[in-house]
């Protein structure tokens, strides 16, 4: 009896080994953020000599030679997992079946991910953004005039400590003049300097002797001194302001700083009653301390601050290719390029944005799933006993035939 009686219950047993492995992988894999979970997948292992037909009937296989079984491993990459929230600023989910992290180990090869939960290491001084594994995710930098560099580079978490105030450039007041009862009406606005978080600009409404419904307007400033053509403002007969529309204000501030202001003040009115402000605005900050940085639905690493304001520190790249199932993975969570990938595009790259595809503070689960893979455990394990037992049986045969021969 020929020996390759044993060979399809072992490559079977080993086979389905394999089988357990994944099985067993994935269960561990039940809370591993990102992880895409593995098949394994069973094909017929063919002997030396080719299936031909039948020459007769010219249907079938008249001189198969088939020979065991072998499995083979495939990740469901483009299998999404449910989005969970973690609160975390620096985790950031993709919702989207194609669509990739872009990330570098420390001998800047790239790897491919889907796994968005990310942490801060300091690396010779500079703070880079990293994932659990230590690879540096990549981005693009932002300049000083907001825009985001078109070269890829890690993304380094760099910001001021503290911005400086801004200052007023344009201001907005609504308000009452008293038509009758009063003969001058003062008004505040704060404005702010390049080198102060804020001064209360005085605007004083005088009444014109000889002049019906005409006002003087004039402008005192704490810590500086503001300069304009003599403004007179004029009303018609229902209140309503004639003009001026805007004002054109230089503020020379007692620290040596200087600022152009432009005041609109085509609300105003004159009606009877109280000078009352009902709006002011103005559009400069005071100085502030940094607060928070976190990721935002457009994959902008933000800084922000105590005065409110919010730079833009970096902007995360996403991939996406041709043919993603393709990509060589490393592990559950980490995949390699190929050329059966296909090209490469950016999703999300330093001029390309897509706000539905990124969540922030929240992560990719799991795909695996309990119950589907417990189920598959026992068929995998109910294969290997039979395999078992054919091997067993085999061999009792076997040993029959040798004891007959004796």
Do not use: C
Request: aromatic share 10%.
């Amino acid at each position: 009896m020929a020996l390759s009686i044993f060979f399809p219950s072992v490559t079977g047993l080993n086979a389905q080994s394999e089988a357990m492995s994944v099985v067993s992988e994935n269960i561990a894999n039940i809370r591993t953020v990102g992880y895409k979970s593995a098949d394994a997948l069973f094909q017929t292992m063919l002997g030396q000599q080719p299936a031909t037909r039948n020459n007769a009937t010219g249907l079938g296989a008249s001189n198969t030679d088939v020979h065991g079984v072998n499995s083979y491993v495939r990740y469901n990459i483009l299998q999404q997992g449910t989005i969970t929230s973690t609160g975390n600023n620096y985790d950031v989910a993709i919702n989207g079946s194609n669509a990739f992290f872009v990330l570098n180990d420390e001998y800047g090869d790239t790897y491919y991910s889907r796994a968005g939960q990310f942490t801060t290491r300091t690396e010779n001084g500079e703070v880079y953004l990293v994932n659990n594994s230590g690879y540096k995710l990549q981005g693009f930098m932002a300049g000083e005039d907001g825009s985001f560099s078109g070269t890829l580079s890690d993304i380094v978490i760099k910001y001021p400590e503290k911005v400086p105030s801004v200052p007023t450039s344009e201001a907005e007041i609504t308000a009452n003049v008293p038509a009758d009862g009063v003969d001058t009406s003062t008004y505040g606005i704060t404005v702010y300097g390049e080198n102060n978080d804020g001064r209360t600009l005085h605007m004083v409404f005088s009444k014109v002797e000889g002049k019906i419904n005409t006002w003087n307007v004039n402008f005192t400033l704490e810590d500086g001194t503001v300069t304009s053509q003599p403004v007179e403002a004029v009303f018609d007969s229902d209140g309503t302001l004639v003009s001026p529309k805007n004002i054109s204000l230089n503020v020379s501030w007692d620290d040596g700083g200087s600022n152009n202001i432009t005041l609109d003040i085509s609300n105003m009115t004159q009606y009877a009653g109280s000078a009352g402000e009902t709006y002011v605005s103005q559009d400069g900050f005071p100085g502030g301390d940094f607060r928070t940085s976190y990721i935002d639905k457009d994959g902008i690493l933000k800084a922000e601050y105590g005065n409110g304001r919010v730079l833009d520190v970096a902007k995360i790249a996403l991939v996406g290719f041709q043919a993603p199932e393709n990509l060589t993975p490393i592990s559950g969570t980490m995949f390699e390029y190929n050329s059966d990938v296909g090209e490469s595009t950016y999703i999300m790259g330093h001029d390309t944005s897509n706000s539905n595809i990124l969540v922030p503070q929240s992560v990719e689960a799991s795909t695996a799933n309990v119950e589907e893979e417990f189920s598959e455990m026992i068929v995998v394990q109910r294969a290997y006993s039979l395999n078992a037992t054919t091997f067993t049986t085999a061999n009792e045969m076997t040993s029959t035939v040798i004891d007959l021969k004796e």
